[in-house]
């Protein structure tokens, strides 16, 4: 799994250099568009100096007396009436449909996938994410044109209220009803994971004091069983776990007892490092493209200098403790089938960033697509100028806290291939249940933000429009990308209206659009860009779904979420939480003023 | 309320229960009493009826699969699309488990959509598995797979492709891979698959199956597969979507078998039990030859009528000559006049004389010179005439008969495999291709001496084999021999003198590897010794079940000995133990 390491991205580097200059930038540019907007509609109405001191009168109101004057007692009375509303429109109905889908899940899910565990995780975060998804998108765009079309609201804004309050108890109110729902289905899923990947094994008949045997096949797979002097066995690593086995005698005959899987339920803490290449003659290379068409893996040439060499920062005892654990998913591509029955071999070194000290070479053989483990003890052999030499891993290898790993491929004319995130040292683990946990939480920060847009819809459009707008934001949030890809042309096709005349008269996506005239074509080139200029500003504005539904991923691959990912998002769902509420009060204080 | 909304709500009522009377009458179910059609329904039900178009007719019924279906609220082909492109990029991405995940929710979604399983079947076995190191990975991705189609195949039971896809995935997918050996091993002895399979209903371990070592082979598995599809196909299966000829679906499950025998032989099984397979390929081929096999020309044929059609033709010709006597004579004659003088001279100047514009323009002139039957029955006297246009008629659709015989016997190779099935049970077969292994064996055991010592053996043995049957020259098995001769004279570490045994075999390679050579006389050669070896063996057989043998044994080579007592299938004799038995 190739994660994307811009995630990794601690907070505050994060929040200085991308998070904050976005955030301003987005309200730069609603703040210009909402006061042009709103000014050219005032000075329709009220002719341009009265109408410019309406809005200023509106404006300074809100930072005058709305704003900080907000109470929050009031907010938690809204809240609890927009809570007692969604209890009574029945949404715990979606909390059936999870349970009905995963009382059937086994019918879609294959038990025989080579890591149940991930699938069955994947599955279940991803459906809640878009169910809690729909719950908030209903819940929130129909409840105040609901109010308005009852004409229920006016009693309310007749009372001593304030826009923000009525917009940020709708959106609390909302939350805590999904937050409900989704600590129930959290726990409901984490039961039918940890008891979907349960199963037992037993031995197969095997020769009398023998050290290693084969365990029955269940649950599409069985083990082989290795036992040690004092009697107790443990499985090799299949569907990635393992078991372990005990031995009793009852009436003088063996009972082998096989334990429930370990291993399959992890959040391993992974230390990513920056990826270099060298080329063939050991200068600094890019990687080979091998012809693959996703290029993110980039490969090495075997038997040459050409070698991947991650840098590793903050490396000390005290995080990854005696021996370092180096975690790998390298992946081979052959030029020619060679030697069929023997995998791909290759070399892992370590070596100090200035280049003098290195320890030998460790061989390894390739095993593509599984995770493979290489555990470096802190005492090595190795080389410090070329001369042979004991050498201690923290002390001698690692230099201001940096180290080197450093992969070659042994055989002549088979390649290596891998990304940034294939190689990482791992710190040790976090406990699963808190990195469900966090997975939790991007689906709650999901629905919140959903929840955000659908209020701010619902105080200017009516409940369908609203929910097709804040379905809209949801759409351009998880295609929006499609748009900025066909601007730059890393999509082909061209834009909207092109992708019509080439549905319609079957022409190829690569080549220019014909028309008949090249004007014509010209035009609809130039119209085109427009649209997707502006679906690509429209996108970069709103929340990115992708990014946080691919958090499951994480989870599923057992690789713990990152606490600074973690902050980013709640930061960036509480900007987006600000944004809709000051949006949404204008609307209704515009709403007001009609009234 | 708004009382004009009630008329309106009344002509909505009505207009609703209008537009439900037809669907009533077309959707209308077909009624059964006691396994008896008492009503046949409305049209819908009536055509799903005449077309097989009903869910219970097609194969399984699935309930996730219809949950899946009723769950995209009449979306599924927007959810299809979707599955696709996802699939695609889980593929594009390297997302194996993924894209596995995905292929399982298309089938779920179009579960009678014959080419989804074919398509994505193909995808897995062919496509992902290579993109693993190791072997056993690889294996894994294949098995996946076949898994994926045989569940395609349980949904559809009546479509005959997709088991004729499965046979050729067990056959030459496991069998014709750069890793057959791995694979072939791997699958003889997965026995969770064997199970898995037969807990579907398709037992892999019925005699049938059982290779020489007696495990299911895949090669055997792969042939019942070809033999499912053909039951298939015979029980009515819906044929509209049958992509393949005739001629190459009946000629796979035969072929089958003569891939197994090679196999077996490639992995040192070069005893009784190579002969074996060898005789079962052989009258497998034999009986796929006596089908009668549907045409393009819109009549039937039979592969092994070739003899018979050529006997049958011969006897009409002579029927027709002594019944035209000499007008044939004339006509030709008659047409020689009207030729241009330079066609004449061309017609006549004998063929190793000719220059090459006269080889052309005798080979038109020939074409115009020949009076076919019927022009020669229009010169009888009229009292005649008619039955001798009968006569010319017949021959001219004999003529015909024969060469879309021999025409399609071209297409699947038939004299080759024939020939070759014969050849390869001759005991100079196996003892050549038993030294050659053993030779082969001692070099990669790096007894050199002792390799060369057999190389040189086995060189005398090949020399008798390709003198007896020439086309072994030039198929796979002269391919193997050159490759072991290129190793042999590594081993020695010098040219090959000019004395070498096979030097005559390697000449005629060359030739044959640069220009192309007369296949069709080594086959003729080939096919004229492997009767004659038949027709030896059968009399001696007959000479040692007789109590009293005749005095005198009849040398003439005899025709086609019936090879119906070799059993098809079945057990194999006891194996004798084999020497370097290299499985």
Redesign the interface.
């Known amino acids: 799994?190739?994660f994307d390491l811009e995630l990794m991205t601690p907070f505050w580097e994060w929040f200085t250099t991308v998070g904050l200059l976005n955030g301003v930038l987005l309200i730069a540019a609603l703040s210009a568009i909402g006061f042009a907007v709103c000014y050219i509609v005032a000075v329709y109405l009220y002719g341009p100096s009265e109408g410019f001191y309406v809005i200023a009168e509106v404006i300074s109101k809100f930072f005058r007396d709305d704003l900080p004057k907000t109470s929050f007692r009031r907010i938690a009375a809204f809240a609890r009436l927009a809570f007692q509303e969604a209890i009574r429109r029945k949404v715990l109905a979606v909390f059936a449909v999870f349970v009905v889908g995963l009382m059937?899940a086994g019918?879609?899910?294959?038990p025989g996938?080579?890591?149940p565990a991930?699938?069955y995780i994947?599955f279940v975060m991803t459906s809640i994410s878009y169910m809690m998804m729909m719950l908030g998108l209903f819940l929130s765009s129909f409840s105040l044109p609901a109010d308005i079309k009852n004409r229920t609201i006016y009693t309310i804004v007749t009372k001593p209220v304030r826009p923000t309050e009525i917009v940020l108890g709708r959106i609390l109110g909302f939350t805590l009803v999904g937050t409900l729902l989704l600590v129930v289905m959290g726990i409901v899923s984490f039961i039918f994971v940890s008891r979907g990947i349960v199963h037992y094994h037993e031995m197969e008949p095997m020769v009398a004091n023998a050290r290693k045997g084969i365990s029955t096949?269940d649950a599409?797979h069985?083990h082989t069983v290795t036992f040690s002097e004092d009697g107790t066995g443990v499985t090799d690593e299949v569907k990635s776990h393992k078991h372990t086995v005990s031995v009793r005698e009852v009436d003088g005959k063996k009972v082998y007892e096989f334990g429930p899987p370990e291993g399959s339920l992890q959040a391993r803490i992974p230390v990513f490092g920056k990826l270099d290449f060298t080329g063939r003659d050991g200068s600094k290379g890019d990687g080979i493209n091998v012809g693959?068409?996703?290029t993110r893996r980039k490969y090495i040439d075997g038997a040459s200098l050409s070698s991947a060499i991650w840098t590793f920062d903050d490396v000390a005892e005290s995080r990854f403790g005696e021996n370092l654990n180096v975690e790998m998913t390298i992946?081979?591509y052959?030029t020619f089938?060679g030697d069929?029955?023997t995998?791909?071999r290759g070399s892992l070194i370590l070596r100090s960033p200035d280049g003098k000290v290195e320890s030998e070479r460790i061989p390894f053989i390739?095993?593509?697509?599984q995770l493979d483990r290489i555990v470096v003890p802190s005492k090595l052999k190795g080389f410090r100028d070329g001369q042979p030499q004991e050498l201690n891993l923290y002390q001698d290898l690692v230099q201001a806290g940096q180290l080197q790993v450093i992969i070659r491929c042994n055989d002549r004319s088979q390649y290596f291939g891998m990304a940034p995130p294939d190689l990482y040292l791992r710190a040790g683990d976090a406990p699963f249940l808190w990195n469900f946990f966090k997975g939790f939480l991007f689906i709650w920060f999901q629905m919140v933000i959903v929840i955000c847009f659908g209020v701010m819809f619902s105080t200017f459009l009516t409940g369908p429009v609203a929910m097709i707008a804040t379905v809209s934001v949801i759409a351009l949030g998880f295609f929006g990308s499609i748009a900025s890809g066909s601007l730059s042309g890393e999509i082909v096709g061209g834009g909207p209206i092109q992708a019509l005349i080439r549905t319609v008269t079957q022409q190829s996506p690569t080549l220019p659009i014909e028309v008949g005239a090249e004007w014509l074509a010209e035009g609809i080139r130039f119209v085109d860009q427009g649209i997707l200029g502006l679906l690509t500003v429209l996108t970069n504005a709103l929340p990115n779904f992708p990014t946080l539904i691919s958090t499951a991923d994480f989870v599923a691959h057992g690789i713990n979420l990152f606490e600074g990912l973690v902050i980013r998002h709640s930061a960036v769902t509480f900007g987006y939480l600000c944004l809709t509420t000051i949006i949404s009060y204008f609307f209704l204080k515009t709403r007001e003023f009609a009234a | 309320m708004n009382l004009s909304a009630f008329p309106r709500k009344l002509i909505y009522l009505v207009a609703i229960v209008l537009t439900l009377i037809p669907l009533y009458y077309i959707g209308q179910p077909a009624v059964y009493q006691d396994n008896r059609v008492t009503s046949a329904g409305g049209t819908l039900s009536q055509i799903r009826e005449k077309y097989d178009l009903g869910q219970g007719d097609l194969g399984k019924l699935d309930p996730a699969s219809e949950s899946a279906r009723l769950a995209t609220l009449g979306m599924r082909g927007v959810a299809a699309a979707i599955m696709w492109y996802k699939a695609n990029q889980y593929k594009k991405e390297h997302n194996w488990d993924r894209f596995s995940a995905s292929l399982n929710q298309i089938a779920l979604l179009q579960p009678h959509f014959i080419k989804v399983w074919e398509f994505q079947a193909h995808n897995l076995a062919y496509n992902t598995s290579v993109e693993f190191d190791d072997y056993r990975q690889r294996y894994a991705w294949v098995k996946r797979g076949m898994e994926y189609l045989s569940e395609g195949i349980d949904f559809n039971r009546r479509d005959a492709n997709l088991p004729y896809f499965q046979g050729m995935m067990f056959g030459q997918k496991l069998g014709k891979a750069d890793e057959q050996l791995q694979f072939r091993k791997l699958y003889s002895a997965d026995k969770d698959f064997h199970d898995e399979l037969e807990a579907e209903g398709f037992n892999v371990r019925q005699e049938d199956g059982l290779g020489a070592d007696r495990l299911p082979d895949n090669w055997l598995s792969g042939r019942l597969w070809y033999k499912r599809s053909e039951g298939v196909l015979e029980s009515g299966s819906i044929l509209d979507n049958f992509r393949k000829s005739p001629l190459h679906f009946y000629s796979s499950a035969p072929l089958t078998l003569m891939n197994y025998s090679e196999a077996i032989e490639k992995e040192g099984i070069l005893d009784e039990r190579a002969k074996f397979a060898w005789k079962r390929s052989d009258l497998s081929w034999s009986n796929f030859g006596e089908r009668e096999i549907p045409t393009t020309w819109g009549h039937n044929i039979r592969l092994r009528d070739l003899s018979e059609s050529v006997k049958r033709l011969e006897e009409l010709r002579k029927q027709f000559s002594a019944f035209t006597g000499d007008l044939y004579r004339k006509a030709y004659d008659e047409r020689f006049q009207k030729l241009t003088p330079e066609e004449r001279i061309s017609l006549e100047t004998p063929d190793d004389k000719k220059s090459e514009r006269q080889f052309m323009v005798a080979l038109t002139a020939r074409q115009k010179v020949e009076p076919n039957p019927t022009d020669v029955a229009k010169l009888l006297p009229p009292e005649t005439r008619v039955e001798g246009l009968e006569l010319a008629l017949r021959i001219e659709k004999e003529t015909a008969y024969r060469e879309h015989v021999d025409n399609y016997r071209n297409q699947v190779n038939y004299n080759y495999w024939e020939t070759r099935a014969l050849a390869e049970q001759s005991d100079i077969a196996i003892a050549a291709r038993q030294s050659l292994f053993d030779a082969e064996k001692l070099l990669s055991d790096a007894e050199l001496d002792e390799a060369l010592k057999k190389y040189d053996d086995s060189w005398v043995q090949w020399k008798k084999l390709f003198d007896t049957y020439p086309i072994l020259m030039v198929d796979e098995s002269g391919d193997e021999v050159l490759d072991a001769i290129r190793r042999y004279q590594r081993a020695l570490d010098r040219e090959l003198s000019d004395d070498f045994i096979l030097k005559e075999f390697i000449d005629l390679r060359r030739q044959y590897d640069e220009t192309g050579g007369d296949i069709q006389t080594l086959l003729e050669i080939s096919r004229a010794a492997a009767k004659k070896a038949q027709a030896e063996e059968a009399a001696e057989e007959k000479s040692a079940n007789e109590p009293t043998p005749p005095t005198t044994t009849d040398s003439k080579p005899a025709e086609a000995a019936p090879v119906a007592e070799s059993p098809e299938s079945g057990e194999p004799p006891a194996p004798a133990p084999t020497a370097g038995d290299g499985n």
Do not use: C, H, P, Q
């Open positions: 799994m190739l059937f019918w879609y899910l294959n996938a080579d890591d991930k699938l994947s096949y599409r069985s693959y068409e996703d992946t081979a052959r089938k069929i029955v995998g791909v390739v095993k593509e697509y």
